[in-house]
């Protein structure tokens, strides 16, 4: 028999403590389905005193000393339970009692976010070393757990307890780098040393948490096989797609899944009127509320196109801009849940003040109007300009809201064109970053839409595919094993 895995998951952000974005879901969700494979999961994050986090939990470790800043500073473990996985919190008021996540809004960002992840990264490794068993695989997630790897195999590297810890490194955003000066790496434990070009982190002058996860992770994965293909090239790279290459046969792209018991219509809380393959009455209703809900006249002919996002320039809103006036000509009515960049934010805001009766808008982050949307709507757009994978598109197949999304990364990866005469397929995709091409693949959904029996066999195709985790969690967990058992070379930076 295997012997049962040991897995700590790191992370920045978890539903339904603190969240921002799929990083939060996934971290959600997956253990949960680990767990179920009889993977024995602690998952852990910042305590943030904004969110949820701050309020729950119980202490469980009053004193974790933990090296840094020239020092020892101090952080206690809060530990709670989500649907049967152990959460725990890091405490350290001074680096997480602040009003928001990476900043006070969603423009700006702490100016010492490096330091307060630098400080989690190495708080979770001290933890572990006193746990029993010491765990077999640390998971780490994005350049906020990126120093882990780079702890583990340079301070820590005659740590005892540790000896046979093993790390994987998930990217879900190759975006995202935490750079930082090289003068700050005394400040957090590390030697001078690091900071090199081959082997190290140093990136294009600067310091790379990105970078410390990629070449130091024992395995590095990422969350679509297109987006694990696109990372090794300079175009979606950002810079580190030559080190991707490189390490290539320690990277693998295993697709997120979905959380049904949170995004299912047939169960949702949040919506007026539940649904499923098997009566489709109640999506009508949704519909309703859902312009109502945005203000907007209830004309239950006129085909609605949701988007929920952050706005920025990885989601290629840039792009629904420039089709603006093509989609209003188009005839439809477009709802929009978002917020981020302040000259996206105005001119959704104008652009809604123009047009009252066939644009919605609500700038913001509201979980609860962000079901509606998925279910009230018909169309969801989604044009990003990269997408690591992507999980609202995911939602909407579920939702029977059909998705027109560009070809990139887990778009491309769960995004089939419908095809009439088959048809097969669930939803509509463009390939160039052009607002002209995702124009007319709205034309070529619309022409769909506009024959009721054909339309309804795209939803139907979408909201019977099957995303749930359990089978990535599978793959999941297999990768654990390889990396768990893996010997000699593997394991060491190329
Ligand atoms: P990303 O993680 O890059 O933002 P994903 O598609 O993986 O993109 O996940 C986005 C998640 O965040 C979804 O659960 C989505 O519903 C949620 N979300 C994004 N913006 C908002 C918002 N303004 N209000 C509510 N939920 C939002
Ligand atoms: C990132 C990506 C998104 C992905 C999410 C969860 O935020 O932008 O595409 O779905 O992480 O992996």
């Known amino acids: 028999m295997r012997e049962r895995q040991h897995v700590i998951?790191?992370?920045?952000?978890?539903?339904?403590?603190?969240?921002?974005?799929?990083?939060?879901?996934?971290?959600?969700?997956?253990?949960?389905?680990l767990a179920k494979?009889?993977?024995?999961?602690?998952?852990?994050?910042?305590?943030?005193?904004?969110?949820?986090?701050?309020?729950?939990?119980?202490?469980?470790?009053?004193?974790?000393?933990?090296?840094?800043?020239?020092?020892?500073?101090?952080?206690?473990?809060?530990?709670?339970?989500?649907?049967?996985?152990?959460?725990?919190?890091?405490?350290?008021?001074e680096y997480f009692?602040?009003?928001?996540?990476?900043?006070?809004?969603?423009?700006?960002?702490?100016?010492?976010?490096?330091?307060?992840y630098a400080f989690f990264s190495r708080a979770v490794i001290e933890w572990a070393r006193r746990l029993d068993p010491p765990p077999h695989l640390i998971h780490c997630n994005d350049w906020q757990t990126g120093f882990i790897p780079l702890y583990l195999r340079t301070a820590y590297r005659e740590e005892p307890r540790l000896q046979r810890t093993k790390t994987l490194f998930t990217i879900h955003n190759i975006g995202y780098q935490g750079l930082f000066s090289p003068t700050l790496l005394e400040r957090f434990g590390l030697s001078p040393e690091v900071y090199r070009t081959e082997g190290?982190?140093?990136?294009?002058g600067q310091a790379s948490a990105m970078k410390a996860g990629i070449v130091f992770a024992t395995a590095i994965s990422t969350v679509s096989r297109?987006?694990?293909?696109?990372?090794?090239?300079?175009?979606?790279?950002?810079?580190?797609?030559?080190?991707?290459?490189?390490?290539a046969m320690r990277l693998v792209g295993i697709l997120n899944g979905v959380d049904y018991e949170e995004w299912n219509p047939a169960t949702?809380?949040?919506?007026?009127?539940?649904?499923?393959l098997e009566d489709m009455s109640g999506k009508r209703l949704c519909k309703a509320d859902l312009l109502r809900t945005m203000g907007l006249p209830e004309d239950l002919e006129r085909p609605v196109i949701g988007s929920i996002s952050r706005l920025v320039a990885q989601k290629g809103f840039d792009l629904v801009r420039e089709a603006a006036d093509g989609l209003l000509r188009a005839g439809v009515v477009y709802v929009?849940?978002?917020?981020?960049?302040?000259?996206?934010?105005?001119?959704?805001?104008d652009w809604q003040r123009a047009h009252p009766d066939r644009i919605g808008v609500y700038l913001g982050f509201h979980n609860e109007l962000a079901h509606k949307i998925e279910a009230g709507a018909d169309m969801f757009l989604m044009p990003s300009?990269?997408?690591?994978?992507?999980?609202?598109?995911?939602?909407?197949l579920k939702y029977g809201t059909v998705p027109i999304v560009r070809a990139t990364g887990g778009l491309d990866d769960t995004i089939e064109p419908f095809d009439p005469t088959t048809r097969s397929g669930n939803g509509f995709k463009f390939v160039e970053y052009r607002a002209d091409h995702l124009l007319a693949a709205l034309e070529r959904a619309l022409e769909i839409y506009a024959d009721p029996p054909l339309w309804r066999a795209c939803m139907e195709n979408g909201m019977r595919a099957d995303f749930s985790w359990d089978r990535s969690a599978a793959q999941y967990r297999e990768l654990y094993e390889r990396v768990i058992r893996c010997e000699g070379p593997f394991g060491e930076p190329t």
């Open 37 to 93: 494979l009889d993977v024995e999961v602690k998952v852990i994050l910042p305590r943030y005193r904004g969110e949820r986090a701050g309020a729950v939990g119980r202490c469980v470790d009053e004193r974790v000393d933990v090296p840094f800043a020239f020092g020892t500073k101090v952080a206690a473990i809060y530990a709670d339970e989500y649907k049967g996985v152990p959460f725990y919190f890091v405490d350290a008021p």
């Open 200 to 204: 190290g982190i140093e990136f294009y």
């Open 9 to 33: 998951f790191a992370i920045s952000e978890a539903a339904p403590y603190a969240k921002t974005g799929g990083l939060a879901d996934v971290a959600g969700a997956l253990p949960r389905a």
């Open 97 to 116: 009692e602040r009003p928001g996540i990476y900043g006070p809004n969603p423009n700006e960002e702490y100016p010492d976010n490096v330091e307060r």
């Open 226 to 247: 297109k987006y694990a293909e696109e990372i090794q090239t300079p175009e979606y790279g950002y810079g580190l797609d030559g080190l991707l290459r490189a390490r």
């Open 336 to 349: 929009l849940l978002g917020s981020g960049a302040r000259e996206l934010e105005e001119f959704f805001r």
């Open 268 to 276: 949702d809380p949040f919506i007026v009127a539940p649904y499923s």
């Open 385 to 396: 300009r990269y997408e690591p994978c992507g999980l609202n598109q995911i939602y909407s």
